[in-house]
């Protein structure tokens, strides 16, 4: 500056060289491939004349199924329980399991889409892009070892759907449904936010024992919640946080949008958000109050709201089902009582080890039935996407076998 003499850069090149050499691209193979197809996508789009665009979304199938297969045959390759990009990620067994399970909710979601998209105008290719880029962010959120990669990556995914959501622009549902969850979104992340500001705040105040400027990191955090077991505002902070995230997963008191979000949503992306989303919000809650996770210090806290969230998520998802006639509608109160359930598990977790492996168990499970109900969906469901009402079901045995059987 004029005057002030020269500034001398905080940061010198050895230390910019040690800070990249924790940058291990490598650990983050599959999310850079989705996003290379997803990129590749639109190039076809352009390149390829119009006729051949329907190899495009095969393109995208064929790039999560070697997604898929890379996952398999490089497990134990990966640096798993090891922290990378300077503590942003933490590579283990449960992130590896998250990743599969999202891959494999996407590889689903496109064979739904190819009963669901050829019935709508709305153009297919983007629809494939904006799910690989949603499945790449979701990925990241399961390994997020701080609060800026998890917010980032929670963003990513959430701007993702809401495009997804919205997606049938010819439909009156759609467009309520993708309104309404953008609303819900945005105040689900203020909260979200306002909570790790709250916590990044208090855990910077040096007049703290166990301060520390590293607060966003979970472990840091999680040192610092454990010298100050019961300091108000970290209590807040705490909270916060657990309810942004309890609107991601559908948790009472935060489900409001679930049914109207899930009838006029295509159904691909119902069943995306009844399993994708859901298992990232519960990967997040395994990482925040799981045994070691950041919230640990503060299961005094913790335990009580997400039994309590629990038990009310359970009641209100089973009881309100029952006068609903949409299967929409009913399948997103039954994805309700199912959250019930799930945290359940992340409540046991942070004190019996093995609760955590049972968490992860009922999510795969959740996910080969909800999409097998959804593909019945898909062929069962007319021009309406949102108008499948129980009654469209009467007789299905005796007019398609295959799917009688296959629902039942």
């Known amino acids: 500056l004029p005057g002030r003499g020269r500034l001398r850069l905080p940061m010198t090149l050895e230390a910019l060289r040690l800070a990249a050499a924790d940058n291990l691209w490598g650990a983050i193979m599959p999310e850079l491939m989705l996003g290379c197809i997803a990129l590749l996508l639109l190039g076809l789009e352009i ?11 095969d393109v995208a199938a064929a790039g999560l199924l ?7 045959l490089n497990w134990s390759s990966v640096a798993v329980g090891r922290e990378t990009f300077n503590g942003l990620l933490f590579h283990g067994t449960s992130g590896q399991l998250m990743r599969v399970f999202f891959v494999l909710s996407a590889l689903f979601v496109c064979l739904l889409a190819r009963v669901t998209l050829p019935r709508h105008t709305a153009p297919r290719v983007e629809f494939h892009h904006i799910l690989l ?19 980032v990556a929670l963003e990513a995914a959430t701007i993702g759907l809401y495009l997804l959501v919205g997606y049938f622009r010819g439909s009156t549902a759609s467009l309520e449904a993708g309104l309404k969850f953008v609303v819900m979104g945005a105040l689900s992340s203020g909260l979200l936010l306002f909570g790790i500001v709250l916590l990044y705040g208090v855990a910077g105040n040096p007049a703290l024992p166990g301060h520390t400027t590293q607060a966003l990191h ?3 955090l999680s040192r610092f919640l454990a010298a ?16 942004g995230v309890a609107f991601k997963i559908g948790a009472f008191p935060f489900q409001i949008w679930v049914p109207d979000v899930y009838q006029g949503a295509p159904t ?7 399993v994708a989303s859901k298992g990232a919000g519960f990967a997040v809650l395994m990482a925040l109050c799981g045994q070691g996770g950041a919230f640990a210090a503060y299961g005094w806290l913790t335990t009580p709201v997400l039994t309590a969230m629990a038990a009310a998520t359970l009641l209100f998802g089973n009881i309100a089902a029952l006068t609903q006639h949409n299967v929409k509608r009913l399948l997103g109160l039954s994805g309700v009582a199912h959250a019930g359930f799930l945290l359940l598990g992340v409540v046991a977790s942070s004190q019996t080890p ?9 999510l ?11 593909g019945v969906m898909a062929h069962v469901a007319g021009s309406d996407d949102a108008d499948q009402e129980l009654d469209h079901y009467n007789g299905l045995a005796k007019e398609n076998p295959f799917l009688g059987t296959v629902l039942a």
């Open 133 to 151: 880029v949603v499945t790449a962010a979701m990925m990241l959120l399961a390994q997020s070892n701080h609060f800026v990669m998890l917010f």
């Open 228 to 243: 100050n077991p019961d300091n108000f505002v970290a209590s807040l902070g705490v909270v916060l946080v657990l309810a």
């Open 66 to 72: 070697g997604t898929l297969l890379g996952l398999a």
């Open 268 to 274: 691909p992306v119902t069943a995306f958000l009844a």
């Open 218 to 220: 979970f472990a840091e």
């Open 354 to 362: 093995m609760a955590a492996g049972a968490v992860y168990f009922y």
């Open 364 to 374: 795969f499970a959740y996910l080969a039935a909800s999409f097998t109900v959804f």
């Open 47 to 57: 390149v390829l004349p119009r006729r051949l665009h329907g190899v495009i979304p």
